[in-house]
């Protein structure tokens, strides 16, 4: 029902910035709450953000809060995380999920798609 591509992942130093977008195939964008998580190899996918249905709420995690920004233009169908001063732990393939709910979940399980992911490689 709903497709998702993640773009914009590369190699970046430290402290660097970069920008993920995550585009639905369809229009249906608006009807689902967004997240954000990444997995590193040989770990759990981990929660990074969400944002809701509207734009007006997003949540992070401690991890990157303060350097990390979700946002959406659902007239797009695309969602951003604008990721700030990157460190090495960042490095990940990060990936984008939608949910039913409203204003999204920390919990994988709460996500209805996936999309295949972006690399994140953050140099020390």
């Known amino acids: 029902q709903v497709q998702l591509v993640e773009s914009g992942g590369g190699l970046v130093q430290a402290g660097g910035s970069l920008r993920l977008s995550c585009a639905a195939s369809?229009?249906?964008?608006?009807?689902?709450?967004m997240g954000w998580f990444r997995q590193a190899p040989g770990k759990e996918r981990e929660f990074v953000g969400t944002i809701s249905r509207s734009g007006g709420n997003t949540n992070y995690a401690d991890s990157v809060k303060g350097r990390f920004t979700i946002s959406r233009d659902n007239a797009k169908n695309t969602v951003y995380l604008q990721m700030n001063s990157l460190k090495p732990e960042d490095t990940a393939v990060y990936y984008c999920?939608?949910?039913?709910?409203?204003?999204?979940?920390?919990?994988?399980?709460?996500?209805?798609?996936w999309g295949q992911g972006t690399q994140v490689t953050v140099a020390s």
């Open positions: 369809r229009r249906t964008l608006v009807t689902y709450a």
């Open positions: 999920a939608a949910s039913n709910g409203i204003l999204g979940s920390s919990r994988r399980s709460e996500y209805d798609y």
